[in-house]
């Protein structure tokens, strides 16, 4: 799963509008797989991680914006920071679906809430309250900062060449299937709606044990350690997609998840007492 939400992070980060932040700093196009994969390790250092240990990261999270704010004189926009927190929760939720099934309703608002801790950690302001609040700024974002222009073609051009011919046009296979229609339109892809149905071969393959050799095959050498790091974070703390519906996403018992879990039977049991450059192509 960590690396479809790194392909749809790869697809949003060349379209959005802020993305010469990233280029101001040029880490992104110098090295954008490394810069996506650090964002990833991120996320998952506050989501997964004990209180002390997430406080920490938002931290340095928030010390790293500021020190390029200063150094260009400029404040990062809002939005910019709301698109990328965006980005991740629906990443996630479209790669459960796409490898396994849809999240239910429990599920959408636990994913939620744990992004909303993320998002106020960071003093992302304007953040909806609910998932159903989100779904609707997370469409008008989509709508608004995202275009095809001259970075989105710097920064493909650089997948290319950190991933080699196939692994790149396999990259653009996964986003098809992956990203919104939007998105897809945006970047000139083909549906992938036929392709979706071989998406579900790959949890058999990682049961059978062969989760390694597809990392292996799928990532550059260079890249791969990262890739196994983020992995082993996420089964871990997340162990178990492959639930049937009905049945909870499994977690390890960390203060944040527990936290998590107690607000979703709160819920729960306070219902039944009746009591979240325009144009450009890329190939």
């Known amino acids: 799963m960590v690396l479809l939400v790194f392909a749809g992070a790869a697809a949003e980060f060349a379209l959005n509008r802020a993305v ?10 110098d090295d954008p797989i490394g810069r996506l994969f650090s964002t990833a ?23 790293v914006h500021e020190a390029v704010e200063r150094e260009r004189g400029q404040k990062i ?22 490898l396994a099934r849809p999240l239910s309703t429990d599920e959408q608002r636990d ?10 950690g960071l003093r992302i302001p304007d953040l909806p309250r609910t998932y159903v609040g989100w779904r609707v700024d997370r ?5 608004r900062d995202l275009l095809c222009g001259r970075g989105t073609e710097a920064l493909y051009a ?49 049961r059978a044990g062969l989760r390694p050799i597809i990392q292996w095959l799928l ?3 260079k890249y791969l350690a990262a890739v196994q790091g983020l992995d082993h974070r996420a089964q871990a703390a997340s162990v178990s997609m492959w639930k049937p519906e009905g049945r909870r996403l499994d977690r390890t018992e960390s203060r944040a998840q527990g936290a998590v879990r107690g607000r979703a039977r709160s819920r729960r049991h306070g219902a039944r007492g009746g009591g979240v450059v325009e144009g450009s192509r890329v190939s």
């Open 77 to 98: 926009p809002d939005w910019a920071h709301r698109d990328v927190l965006y980005m991740l929760i629906d990443y996630s939720e479209r790669a459960h679906e796409l």
């Open 158 to 206: 650089q997948y290319r060449n950190q991933l080699g011919p196939w692994r790149y046009h396999l990259l653009r296979w996964i986003q098809a299937m992956l990203v919104p229609a939007h998105v897809r339109g945006l970047l000139r892809l083909r549906s992938g709606e036929s392709l979706r149905p071989l998406a579900r071969f790959y949890p058999m393959l990682v």
């Open 219 to 221: 990532m550059p050498s």
């Open 111 to 120: 994913l939620y809430d744990v992004f909303y801790r993320v998002g106020t």
């Open 139 to 143: 469409e008008r974002h989509l709508r």
């Open 20 to 29: 010469d932040w990233l280029f101001f700093t040029g880490k992104l196009p």
């Open 41 to 63: 390790g991120y996320s998952q250092q506050i989501v997964f991680a004990d209180a002390a240990t997430a406080s920490r990261t938002l931290d340095r999270i928030r010390a």
